[in-house]
């Protein structure tokens, strides 16, 4: 199964970002993207280093709401086992 993540844009220098998801900070290809405003602020979805699509920060916190509870259900798995 492959996920994109949600990161938030710190800064852009051309086509390379500085992103930020839960406090880890990466640089992100924004080739992709090269047609689409992206400024610091702005969200995007991230795979395997690249930005695939720009979203909205509601967007990003909802999946991020939804990757904590698939983390917290598999937390409460491994503990049963």
Known sequence: ???GIPMRVVERDGFVA???????????????????PIEPGDHVMVHVGYAIQKISEAE????????????????????DA
């Open 1 to 3: 199964m492959c996920l």
């Open 18 to 36: 500085r992103c930020d998801a839960k406090g880890i900070q990466r640089s992100v290809s924004l080739f992709l993207l090269q047609h689409e």
């Open 60 to 79: 990003a916190l909802s999946a991020w709401e939804l990757y904590d509870r698939m983390l917290a259900a598999d937390d409460r798995l491994r503990s």
